[in-house]
């Protein structure tokens, strides 16, 4: 869908500018339009790094709700039933996590969830970012 609507607002603009246009004046009015289409090129390609980190930072934050349902179905293992999970979706996932992972862990988890995010916000990779926070959430499995 972005491609497309990246794709619309070239041939917009390159029509704009006099692109296949015929006649005296058309090869003047296209003289001066490459500069004009790569600025678009490259607000396009800002959108769409903006778009996929907004997309991970969203991402992220459902991550972090796992863990914190996790650690809230640990502290109130002898009812864990009564904990309002925020991904009752997931209740499955979460008991496992809940089960399997000690409190410290599943606190490094979140924290190492909030320190990619972050991270990002300090316009770090996103690969190195999520490597980072996927290697302290191995780590936090056990113990």
Known sequence: MSAERDE????????????GGTGKGAASATRGSAG???ELERRQKSRATRTGRDALDRALIDVAGLYRDALAVRFAAHDADAVTLTHPDMTEQIHDLADRVPPEGLLRSIDAVLACREALDLNVKPRFAVAAMVATLIAAQSG
């Open 36 to 38: 004009v289409l790569k």
């Open 8 to 19: 619309r607002e070239r041939e917009e603009l390159a029509t704009a500018l006099g692109a």
